[in-house]
């Protein structure tokens, strides 16, 4: 738990069985670099950026098993939970909820491999690889997403993200469901394959799309 840190780097470690998360950005906790650690069983998400947390760097971390999600981007006491975060290679599987979830407006999703997660989660926001909410200009780029209860990839009310180069497989709900007032996306080179419901549903009339494959 780290709460108001700046220009830090935290890193290598291993946290198990945590009760509470496993590893949470609190209040503005800007310019961090979060890489090389190992979460496993998180009481709540494995990594979390709350309330304003911004600038961050969240790499090649090893999530799996956290009751909740793997890393989330959320608000508390109404504030947001951060912009220009970028959340990379990393490896997250098994959790109870989604893989990736929150606002990250501004913000690179980047290189990711999710898998098997949504577990336990109640509702279609909770069950997905990746769930984002309410966020604007994003980058979803280059991700992996299989085996999730939900969707692969699920943007609810998402306006300019760039959804690029993913490859969404084996997921229970679909591949990828934009949903609410998203507009203004781009679905480019995406793979979309074996996906039980619609592979690739899009809601916005000002989407650009194109060079996707679905089967």
Do not use: W
């Not at 290598?12 to 069985?17: G, L, Q, R």
């Not at 504030?79 to 990393?90: C, K, L």
């Amino acid at each position: 738990f780290a709460k108001y840190c700046v220009d830090n780097t935290i890193s290598n470690n291993i946290a198990t069985d945590s009760t509470e998360g496993g590893l949470h950005l609190f209040y503005a906790c800007n310019r961090n670099i979060v890489t090389g650690n190992i979460l496993s069983n998180s009481g709540q998400n494995g990594i979390a950026l709350v309330s304003g947390s911004d600038y961050n760097t969240i790499g090649s971390n090893i999530i799996f098993g956290s009751v909740r999600g793997g890393i989330t981007s959320t608000s508390a006491f109404g504030i947001s939970g951060g912009t220009d975060n970028v959340v990379t290679g990393n490896i997250i599987s098994d959790c109870g909820d989604n893989g990736i979830s929150g606002n990250f407006s501004d913000s690179s999703i980047m290189g990711n491999i999710i898998h098997n997660c949504g577990l336990t989660g109640t509702a279609v926001s909770q069950k997905n690889g990746i769930y984002l909410s309410s966020a604007d200009s994003v980058e979803v780029i280059g991700n992996r997403t299989t085996n999730c209860s939900g969707r692969g990839i699920y943007l609810n009310s998402v306006t300019k993200a760039s959804v690029i180069g993913n490859r969404s497989k084996n997921n229970t709900a679909g591949g990828l469901l934009e949903d609410g007032t998203s507009d203004y996306n781009t679905y480019s080179g995406n793979n979309f394959l074996n996906n039980s419901g619609s592979n690739f549903t899009t809601v916005g009339t000002n989407d650009e799309i194109g060079h996707n494959i679905t089967s």
